[in-house]
């Protein structure tokens, strides 16, 4: 019995594992959440809906999306975009240093991480929008 097997690897005794995964297998949900933890580590998750969670992401995408757009309503057009460039480093500059603390990270090295890309998604978002539109003629 496979489920057996897997609990003894884990320190049960051989026959202690023969009747859990007897039992186990008597509680079908319970059975496949304990071998999809055991066998594939993996968590399962409640089938409830996560809305705090997924307003948390919202809105910070939300947040964060607003910072390179704010230098434009206040100055010229050629300002701005430097202003913008600018803005968006520094703030993915705190957001690498959060994240390098929050994760006990090398604070630079974090803050290299999210600035870098950071960096390549804005230059794809950028070469896309100008060389795309290209392709079908505008």
């Known amino acids: ?21 007897k039992r186990l297998q008597a509680n079908p949900d319970a059975f496949t959440q304990t071998m999809v933890q ?28 607003i910072v390179p757009l704010f230098s ?12 913008s ?11 690498g240093v959060i994240r390098g603390s929050m994760a006990k990270m090398n604070l630079f090295i974090s803050t290299l991480e999210v600035v870098g890309v950071g960096a390549v998604s804005g230059l794809g978002g950028y070469f896309l929008g100008m060389f795309v539109p290209r392709l079908f003629g505008y």
């Open 1 to 21: 019995m496979r489920e057996a097997r897997i609990l003894e690897s884990e320190g049960v005794k051989a026959e202690d594992a023969r009747v859990i995964a």
């Open 38 to 65: 055991k066998e594939l580590g993996l968590e399962v998750e409640p089938r409830t809906a996560r809305l705090r969670e997924s307003l948390t992401m919202g809105l910070s995408y939300g947040a964060a999306s």
């Open 72 to 83: 434009y309503f206040f100055l010229p057009l050629h300002k701005a975009f430097v202003a």
């Open 85 to 95: 460039i600018a803005m968006t480093i520094l703030v993915l500059g705190v957001i």
